[in-house]
């Protein structure tokens, strides 16, 4: 796709979302299921649900919570807008054991894990945890061939194929007295097939993180 024209695309999507967002009256969901944790809480049990669902209102401060409408929102255009079979939204923030961590905060799919911890141990196994630690987009459309060439990869679902995880960067033109740029979470998308994100598909999550990149700069 030439540069001009995927600006192009960019810009257009970038505008639709913010329509979608001014229109919508998101449906909130404040608790959903998640898998049991494995030995050490390093993988989940794939089909295995955890009888006590995750809360959000009992886990986020007000401000957080209320993000949640417009966090929704975004996850509901993807939704609109993608064939991808599973989207989540996760936000940077500090848990009561003082640890930084990725929360998910919205998501459409199979129950997955609510929480990723944000460590150098935890990012050599899963893609949040490195794209939330060190700000690198990864887009993998084969995962059995990044595997294959030595990739380490966190399971949550044996059927995924591709995925795409990309950070959201705090925007670089903010004008706040400490401009520098800072990774406030990341989106996730996951297909059941390979080769599912393509540079058109691609533009709706750079759509997306601009947009989440700019309301969640403070």
Request: glycine fraction near 6%; charged fraction near 20%; include cysteine.
């Amino acid at each position: 796709m030439a540069k001009g024209v995927k600006l192009k695309l960019s810009e257009s999507l970038y505008n639709e979302l913010t329509d979608w967002c001014l229109q919508k009256q998101p449906e909130l969901r404040l608790e959903f299921s998640v898998p049991v944790l494995g030995e050490g809480g390093t993988c989940s049990l794939f089909g295995e649900l955890d009888p006590v669902p995750f809360n959000l209102s009992q886990t986020l401060s007000q401000a957080q919570l209320a993000l949640l409408p417009m966090l929704q929102n975004v996850t509901d255009w993807v939704l609109h807008n993608t064939n991808v079979d599973w989207f989540g939204i996760y936000l940077k923030r500090i848990n009561n054991e003082g640890d930084a961590i990725l929360t998910k905060m919205s998501y459409f799919g199979v129950p997955s894990r609510a929480e990723f911890p944000l460590s150098e141990e935890f990012s050599t196994l899963s893609n949040n945890s490195y794209v939330g630690l060190y700000g690198e987009k990864r887009t993998i459309n084969n995962v059995e061939q990044y595997r294959q060439a030595g990739g380490e990869y966190y399971t949550c679902d044996p059927k995924v194929k591709s995925e795409l995880c990309w950070p959201i960067i705090s925007n670089k033109n903010n004008t706040s007295s400490d401009p520098q740029e800072e990774i406030l979470g990341i989106i996730d998308a996951e297909c059941f097939e390979n080769d599912r994100f393509d540079e058109k598909t691609q533009a709706i999550f750079e759509a997306a993180c601009q947009f989440l990149s700019e309301k969640l700069t403070h």
